[in-house]
């Protein structure tokens, strides 16, 4: 099981930027997928970015493409989420999580998630 701390959520206004980081206690190279997930309330929680840590492909959601992108730190065992031109409707709790291949931005395609990082973005 892979431990998760996110970190790096706040308060910020419409087309502001933020970075969350999630620390990982450990990173299985060979098979390793980890990706950004978020939930507001009453919606189903929805994949935004994922990395794959072995050979750095990334994916993102059709809404956030051109505005964030992910990245990693393997010696500090972090991944990054860079959010650029944030919106309103993009408050949310943001969600880490580590998962086998295949990388995807299905939540069942994850088993191991952190206790999230809250993001507010005001107009």
């Known amino acids: 099981q892979v431990q998760l701390e996110e970190s790096g959520g706040g308060s910020v206004q419409n087309g502001g930027s933020l970075r969350l980081s999630c620390a990982a206690s450990?990173?299985?190279?060979?098979?390793?997928?980890l990706a950004w997930f978020r939930q507001s309330p009453g919606k189903e929680r929805e994949g935004v970015a994922h990395?794959?840590?072995?050979?750095?492909?990334?994916s993102y959601a059709d809404s956030v493409k051109g505005r964030f992108t992910i990245t990693q730190d393997r010696a500090k065992k972090t991944v990054y989420l860079q959010m650029n031109s944030l919106r309103p409707e993009e408050s949310a709790m943001y969600y880490c999580?580590?998962?086998?291949?295949?990388?995807?931005?299905?939540?069942?395609?994850?088993?191991?998630w952190g206790q999230g990082t809250q993001v507010t973005v005001s107009s």
């Open positions: 990395i794959f840590i072995a050979g750095g492909g990334t």
């Open positions: 450990e990173f299985t190279f060979s098979r390793m997928c």
């Open positions: 999580a580590a998962g086998p291949l295949p990388c995807s931005l299905r939540v069942d395609g994850y088993r191991d």
